[in-house]
């Protein structure tokens, strides 16, 4: 009897804690912090953003849609070899595609920053005919 009332008072503990915590919720791994969800931010590459930040179901994407760490992060050998394995740090995109350029992408030249998140992100929904595509899907009109 007892035991079940502990019981029950960690549940609602854990249940509060949860709510509380909401999109602060974070685990801990070797590969860093990984966090629920989280607006994609790259103000410093970008300079002030033209469009809404974009939200990223972080965990939701890995879990419920049973997408992989590696098959957003990577740290590429040559075009086609990741070497990123599980426990590895990850580093934030902006690191290896620096450029801000918004143009469409050059056949043989490395990928700008707006380019990357568009073909990792935008290409997997279109391919999947699942996931949002429209630009105003990822990046909600501004109130
Ligand atoms: C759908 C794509 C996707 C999947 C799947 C994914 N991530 Fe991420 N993750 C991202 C993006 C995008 C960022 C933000 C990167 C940035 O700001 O440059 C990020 C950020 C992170 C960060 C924080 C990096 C930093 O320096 O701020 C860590 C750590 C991380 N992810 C680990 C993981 C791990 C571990 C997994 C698998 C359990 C995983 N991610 C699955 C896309 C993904
Ligand atoms: C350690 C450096 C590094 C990091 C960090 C990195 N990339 Fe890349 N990425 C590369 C290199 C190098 C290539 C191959 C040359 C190119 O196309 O730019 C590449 C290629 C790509 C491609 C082309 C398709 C593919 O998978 O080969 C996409 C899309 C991409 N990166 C998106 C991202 C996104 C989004 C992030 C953050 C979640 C990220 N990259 C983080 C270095 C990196
Ligand atoms: C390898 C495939 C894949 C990649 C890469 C991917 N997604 Fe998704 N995304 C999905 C799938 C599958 C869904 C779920 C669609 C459904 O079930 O309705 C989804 C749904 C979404 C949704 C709407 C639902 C939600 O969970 O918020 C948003 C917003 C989204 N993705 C943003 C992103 C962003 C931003 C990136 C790049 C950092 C990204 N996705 C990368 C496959 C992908
Ligand atoms: C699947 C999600 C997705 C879709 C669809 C999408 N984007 Fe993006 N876009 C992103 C992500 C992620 C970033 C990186 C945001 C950041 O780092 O702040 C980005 C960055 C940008 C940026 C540079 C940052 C800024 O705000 O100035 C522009 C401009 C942009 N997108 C325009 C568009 C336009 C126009 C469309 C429709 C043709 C579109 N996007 C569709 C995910 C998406």
Same mark, same amino acid.
């Given at each position: 009897? +007892? ?5 029950? &008072?960690? &549940?609602?503990?854990? &249940?509060? &804690? ?61 075009? +086609?070899?990741?070497?990123? +394995? ?47 595509? +429209? ?9």
């Amino acid at each position: 009897m +007892k035991k079940s009332f502990v019981a029950i &008072l960690a &549940l609602v503990a854990f &249940l509060a &804690l949860a709510l509380v915590g909401g999109a602060a919720w974070a685990a801990k791994t070797k590969s860093g912090e990984v966090k629920d969800e989280f607006p994609i931010d790259n103000t410093k590459v970008f300079g002030t953003l033209t469009k809404a930040p974009v939200k990223l179901t972080h965990t939701k994407h890995n879990v419920e849609y049973k997408i992989a760490c590696d098959k957003c992060h990577h740290v590429k050998k040559d075009k +086609k070899t990741n070497t990123w +394995k599980d426990g590895d740090k990850v580093q934030k995109c902006a690191e290896c595609h620096t450029s801000a350029d918004k143009k469409p992408p050059v056949e043989g030249e490395s990928l700008s920053l707006y380019n990357a998140f568009h073909k990792q992100c935008r290409d997997c929904h279109k391919d999947q005919k699942k996931g949002p595509t +429209k630009c105003d899907e990822c990046h909600p009109k501004a109130k």
